[in-house]
Structure formats: structure tokens, C-alpha cells
């Protein structure tokens, strides 16, 4: 699924997760969870998090800094107004 992504030609993404590892790594993670009744689970997200942002590269073939110039253009009013009305910060 990541493989696909691509932001405009200029940010795309790749995958390395082995699916036995990752299976692996759920699996033993529920294991400890359980076992320590929960007082682990923490420690779980973050070994599992680890991993999946080892596996993940992201690679950049162009000017981004154009690309984040042209998205900041291209932004709605609608919805920096709503944003505002509802106190939620967003930003690139």
C-alpha cells in the first residue's frame, strides 16, 4: 500500500516490512500485554512503531520546497475558517 503512494511525482514512499516479522512482533507484543495485564502495552507501540518506521522510506526527486509553496497556494478559505472556528491547528 505504501509502495503506491506518491505525492506529484516529487515525494514518493517504499515498504520493506516482511509480513512474518510484523506478525511476529503483533503477535509477541498481545503475548507480553497480556501477561503483565497491560502495564506493557507501551512498551508494544513503541517496538512496533519502530519497526514499521524502519521499514518505511521516503524519498524526495524534486524541488520540494516548490511543492510545499504550491500547496500552501492552493489552500481553501472554508476550510482555514472552519479550522479556526474550531481551534484545531493545521499545518504543513
Not at 500500500?1 to 511476529?24: G, Q, R, Y
Not at 497491560?38 to 526527486?61: E, F, Q, V
Amino acid at each position: 500500500m505504501v509502495k503506491a503512494l506518491s505525492l506529484d511525482e516529487i515525494v514518493s514512499f517504499d515498504s520493506t516490512i516482511s509480513p512474518i516479522k510484523f506478525i511476529w512482533i503483533a503477535l509477541s507484543n498481545w503475548v507480553v500485554t497480556i501477561f503483565s495485564l497491560g502495564l506493557l502495552m507501551p512498551w508494544a507501540k513503541i517496538r512496533m512503531y519502530r519497526y514499521l518506521s524502519d521499514c518505511t522510506l521516503i524519498k524526495l526527486n524534486g524541488n520540494f520546497e516548490q511543492f510545499i509553496d504550491e500547496a500552501k497556494a492552493s489552500q481553501f478559505s472554508f476550510g482555514e475558517a472552519v479550522a479556526d472556528f474550531e481551534g484545531i491547528e493545521v499545518s504543513i
